[in-house]
């Protein structure tokens, strides 16, 4: 289903044990563990990646990290917060390090047409990086020197869609394809399109209730890597959602 589409895995961001601090041990063996398994590139600091509960200084920090372990790999960052000031600094934070920026608006903050035009133009300004920017609809709304990210449709991949819109994780950019089911690893999310009605009933059950760090840290822990627990006041993935992972994890082996 994919025809041979590179696939980009939205990474979660690995604590230590009582989630205090950022472990970059923990990093690196997931970044290390989904290049073994298929990944042709990242999301950084999106749902997955928590990043309403990070610090920017964590922020950043994580950005080294994965630009260090894995070096020439397409990296999309997330680089969305409350603040304008706080977006413009980790956008040149991004751009400095090579990487490419996505911005969404801030959740639960209802923006005009016209106020969301003003924030990419700060960004197009005072961004110093390639970006694209998605309205809360999901919608493309200014691509920023370059860059740009669509919906799976692109591609012909409607199928592969959850989401009612493109979002940072279900979208496509520069041809590669990005999925949060892809958490499971790259080669084993390609197993599951290619077998896609078996599949699919089982990630919607997901979708619906545990999506980001909750699916991503479950999966990583039932396939033996731990990330850590998900941030206060967010808790970690239900039992039943466990056992529906085990369930993929074992009928589409990586």
């Known amino acids: 289903m994919l025809n041979g589409a590179p696939l980009m895995v939205p990474l979660a961001t690995p604590f230590t044990d009582d989630s205090m601090q950022i472990s970059e041990v923990r990093m690196a063996r997931q970044v290390r563990h989904h290049l073994e398994h298929g990944a042709a590139g ?9 990043w309403w509960a990070l610090s920017l200084s964590e922020r950043k920090t994580l950005v080294t990290w994965l630009l260090r372990e894995a070096p020439g790999v397409p990296l999309l960052v997330h680089v969305g917060h409350f603040l304008t000031g706080a977006v413009l600094d980790l956008a040149q934070f991004v751009g400095d390090e ?39 609809t999901g919608t493309l709304i200014l691509e920023g020197q370059g860059s740009f990210v669509e919906p799976l449709s692109t591609l012909k991949l409607d199928s592969l869609g959850f989401s009612r819109s493109t979002q940072l994780e279900e979208c496509v950019w520069g041809g590669r394809v990005c999925h949060w089911a892809a958490v499971m690893g790259a080669d084993r999310f390609r197993r599951m399109t290619e077998d896609w009605t078996r599949a699919r009933t089982r990630l919607h059950a997901i979708h619906r209730i545990a ?44």
Do not use: N, W, Y
Not at 42 to 50: D, H, P, Y
Not at 101 to 129: D, F, K, N, Y
């Open 42 to 50: 990242f999301l950084l600091g999106g749902e997955t990646g928590e």
């Open 98 to 136: 090579g990487a490419i920026a996505i911005l969404t608006p801030p959740p639960g903050v209802s923006l005009t047409e016209s106020e969301l035009q003003g924030l990419c133009l700060a960004m197009r300004r005072h961004g110093r990086v390639p970006f694209a920017a998605l309205d809360p």
């Open 211 to 254: 999506r980001g760090a909750r699916l991503a840290k479950a999966a990583m822990q039932e396939i033996g890597l731990d990330l850590g627990p998900p941030r206060p006041p967010m808790m970690g993935a239900a039992d039943q959602v466990r056992s529906i992972i085990r369930s993929l994890i074992a009928d589409f082996k990586g």
